[in-house]
């Protein structure tokens, strides 16, 4: 007899085309009827909370009275709850914020008994390759989903482990139809039959053994009340089988008794049976970019701030980061991240992105100062001190500000040596914008802001610093005008159209046209791009430019700004009126010790419908691109054979070759390699007749939140038809990413370090004996210069360095984005007495051998380590 269980459970969407207040206004109310009827019916004896806590938590904001309730559920194994805290996204989320996720939602779920082993993410917009590694890190050994997956991948059940590149391996119980299926499921026995006949035929066909889920849940769907009445029919209908109220974990229970089942490798992204969205990526861009720029500013700053601070003697900030931490994971569940939402909750998305950054900001100022102010030394000068925090030490050209009541100055090391700087600009600033108790008092005399750069070398995850002296000698900026850019390592031009050709010395190659920028229309919604049909893509080739290029010895600047004249609206680009404008504004910034062109995008957008890529050629014909996805690389085919055949097999959406990045992604061969580096957009092609173009979209613009009948996604709309004008993206737009040309074959370049220190600027703090937030002197004196640990192998990328949650240890994680094992060794210090091998939850392993100080433990390809010590 077939068994049939049936998983009660609701998919909660804390917010999409509804705001999360009045989600919770019904959330409230539904976890009345839920705790009542598993308190009261012995015959319910599940409900699945929807694996994530943030619906605890916005239950408790308003019934904080009820949790010995839900603990006591929760206890007894009725209530399941975690193990994430929001449900969230694969594709554009970084890896320590899905760690996060996991981290954090295990810890609110222990806080009222066991939680749920499942990585439970049902719709999530396709399932990144490193899940199975991720899960195993948390010792979950079970994972449920559903988009993403076709028979192409190596199998057509809907059972099968699921193994990543380091061998972690999960078994995978897919939701072949979703998880909505037994959603409110009719006491009318012709209605009921007709809706369960259609879904047995797939489940069966997908199943390994007698048993299927019939998950009885749907999107903010209250407990089903009837569902003893519903299972008493079902069992009449279906006499073969067997019905009854379950949970996930009994159907993994019998499926683990197989013997053979499949094996898959790789991402799911394959949009045949179930829409993933491959260019809901550029969907609002500004908010995209604003968790980009969180995310790299918590993992590569804040946390190694604070483990130095921590280090020298401060407290470690847990509660405060671990509120910055939740903040963006509201953001982080597929719709809200996604940005397929009303407009009235993007603004809310983009409001938890602002105070999320504010807070980051604020905390990171707040442990430089802290450090800086404490600083041990009879000099009685001014300071400005440099942060490294990557560990190893770092040859930079550092861009400062120096706040001063000097007319002129010069810079000390604690040698007493002096150090060269250049001064790009100076400006007279109000004392008031310092301190305000300076006028209060009567003192008028302006401050001089200076913005200086210098080279020089900083210690390893630590810090340098330099004492400001007054001097006599009067320092005047140095930038002075130039034609082109000449480095060691590029001669760059710049055309009159805008773009930019880079000749570059190591490989002897010429890339012309770089940076030339692409226009089409989007007759998408907020899923999807959708282009017109037989449009002719408009380009700046044309445009004037106006272009000024300056210099000093450390770098170059390069300023150009032009009107892209593109339509306004879709029926004038069909009509081919152009009568609207994209304002573009390109600053280059070109360090002359390192080679990498950083790019920073300001476009002021007056137009509706239409999307805007840049291009950059890099001159090699691939058949793969490479990108980076959390803790490693993966390699994606620059074409898909299944564009083909979509139409004739009916896939759900057209499988063009659109993908996610998160630091990264290129073109390479046995000679060079083209990346681009990115703290902003984070979606790619690769195009051209030859696919040897990488396109960086910049924006999408489009007005509606979901559409029927797209072109390359026919059928019904995804979401529901309503206008969202804010996805219009008009007004102005900033993104940074960096190009970086690379001699030499795979092995040879790690671009994944190329990206963490992109990522990872050098850090400065100005202290002057003013202050607008007065603190009292700490009792902790620390050294002018530190370095809290080096690595002595640089064969692999640093994740974080964080101070563990539970113990007085420190996290120090890394991974290898590279196709071969690497040997990772570091010198740990001189008072570290031992350290352990530990999994993502921060759970000591194993331990590790300490000679010297230096511990070394192998990764495998794509592999993360976590030690403990």
Excluded at 149 to 155: F, I, L, M, V
Excluded at 500 to 518: A, G, H, M, R
Excluded at 595 to 618: G, M
């Amino acid at each position: 007899m077939k068994k049939v269980h049936i998983v009660p459970h609701m998919h909660w969407d804390r917010e999409w085309y509804f705001t999360t207040e009045e989600s919770r206004i019904l959330l409230v109310n539904n976890m009345e009827e839920i705790l009542e009827t598993l308190e009261n019916d012995s015959d319910y004896p599940y409900y699945v909370l929807d694996g994530q806590t943030a619906i605890l938590e916005d239950y408790f904001a308003v019934k904080p009275e009820n949790k010995e309730r839900v603990k006591k559920l929760v206890q007894e194994g009725k209530l399941i709850i975690g193990p994430w805290y929001t449900q969230t996204d694969e594709m554009i989320v970084g890896g320590e914020s899905i760690v996060r996720n996991l981290l954090y939602g295990i810890k609110d779920s222990e806080q009222f008994g066991s939680y749920m082993k499942i990585g439970y993410l049902p719709d999530s917009f396709g399932q990144s390759s490193q899940m199975p590694q991720i899960l195993k890190g948390f010792d979950i050994k079970y994972s449920i989903f559903w988009r993403g997956t076709s028979e192409r991948h190596g199998t057509d059940k809907t059972e099968f482990y699921w193994e990543a590149d380091d061998g972690s391996k999960v078994l995978v119980q897919l939701f072949p139809l979703g998880y909505a299926i037994g959603k409110y499921l009719p006491e009318d026995e012709e209605k009921l039959q007709e809706r369960i006949d259609k879904y047995f035929t797939i489940l069966d066909q997908g199943a390994t053994t007698e048993n299927i889920i019939l998950p009885n849940g749907h999107d903010q769907m209250p407990i089903q009340k009837n569902i003893s009445t519903i299972i008493e029919k079902l069992s009449k209908l279906y006499p073969d089988r067997e019905f009854f109220l379950s949970r996930y974990e009994n159907v993994f229970a019998e499926i683990e008794k197989s013997s053979d089942l499949p094996t898959l490798k790789g991402e799911f992204l394959d949009g045949k049976y179930m829409r993933v969205h491959r260019s809901i990526y550029s969907t609002r861009m500004d908010i995209k970019a604003a968790n980009a720029r969180i995310e790299n500013k918590l993992a590569n700053i804040l946390e190694p701030l604070a483990s130095v601070a921590y280090s020298l003697g401060f407290e470690y900030h847990h509660g405060l980061i671990e509120l910055i931490w939740k903040e963006i994971m509201k953001n982080h569940a597929h719709d809200s991240i996604g940005c397929c939402c009303s407009d009235k909750v993007h603004q809310e998305i983009f409001n938890r992105f602002t105070l999320a950054e504010e807070k980051v900001d604020q905390l990171i100022e707040f442990y430089k100062r802290k450090i800086v102010d404490s600083i041990g030394t009879e000099w009685n000068y001014d300071r400005l001190t440099a942060f490294n925090f990557l560990p190893y030490v770092r040859d930079e050209v550092m861009t400062a500000t120096v706040i001063s009541k000097f007319h002129s100055f010069k810079l000390l090391n604690e040698e007493e040596e002096e150090i060269e700087f250049e001064v790009l600009k100076s400006e007279i600033i109000d004392p008031g914008l310092i301190d305000r108790q300076i006028v209060h008092y009567g003192n008028y005399d302006p401050f001089i802001k200076y913005t200086v750069q210098l080279r020089d070398s900083i210690p390893s995850l630590g810090y340098k610093t330099y004492f400001v002296v007054e001097d006599t000698r009067k320092k005047e900026p140095t930038l002075c005008s130039a034609d082109s850019v000449c480095t060691d390592f590029f001669d760059i031009t710049v055309n009159s159209n805008g773009s930019i050709n880079i000749y570059d010395k190591k490989i002897n190659q010429t890339f012309e046209q770089v940076l030339l920028l692409e226009n089409g229309g989007d007759d998408g919604d907020e899923y999807d791009y959708s282009p017109l049909a037989d449009e002719q893509l408009l380009y700046n080739d044309h445009v004037k430019a106006a272009i000024e290029i300056t210099e000093n010895r450390y770098t170059s600047f390069i300023d150009i700004q032009y009107t892209l004249a593109v339509p306004e609206s879709l029926e004038h680009r069909k009509q081919k009126v152009v009568n609207s404008s994209v304002d573009v504004h390109i600053v280059l910034t070109v360090p002359k010790h390192k080679p990498i062109i950083e790019v920073k995008f300001e476009v002021v957008n007056h137009a509706r419908d239409h999307r805007l890529r840049a291009l950059i050629p890099t001159g090699i014909a691939s058949a793969f691109s490479v990108a980076d996805n959390q803790f490693g690389i993966i390699k994606r085919k620059v074409y898909d054979e299944a564009m083909e055949v979509w139409e004739e097999e009916n896939w759900d959406e057209r499988p063009d070759s659109i993908y996610p990045m998160l630091s990264f992604t290129g073109l390479r061969n046995q000679q060079h390699g083209v990346y681009i580096l990115t703290n902003s957009t984070r979606e790619y092609e690769i195009v051209g007749e030859e696919y040897d173009t990488i396109a960086i979209t910049l924006f999408r613009s489009i007005g509606v939140l979901g559409k029927e009948e797209l072109l390359r996604r026919p059928g019904r709309p995804s979401g529901i038809k309503l206008p969202t004008p804010d996805s219009q993206m008009l007004g102005k737009l900033t993104l940074d990413f960096a190009i970086s040309i690379q001699k030499g074959a795979d092995s040879e370049v790690n671009v994944g370090r190329l990206a963490k220190e992109y990522l990872t600027p050098i850090h400065l703090y100005n202290k002057i004996p003013y202050n607008a937030m007065k603190l009292n002197q700490a009792i902790v004196k620390t050294p002018v210069s530190f370095s809290l640990l080096k690595e002595t192998n640089p064969q692999v990328v640093l994740s974080t360095l964080k101070k563990a949650e539970k113990d007085d240890r420190l996290v120090l994680r890394f991974y290898n984005p590279t196709d071969n094992t690497k040997l990772a060794s570091f010198e740990l210090g001189s008072s570290v007495e031992q350290a352990y091998k530990a999994n993502l939850n921060e759970k000591p392993l194993e331990s590790l051998i300490l000679r010297e100080n230096l511990v070394e433990i192998e990764a495998k390809s794509n592999q993360v380590q976590t030690i403990l010590f």
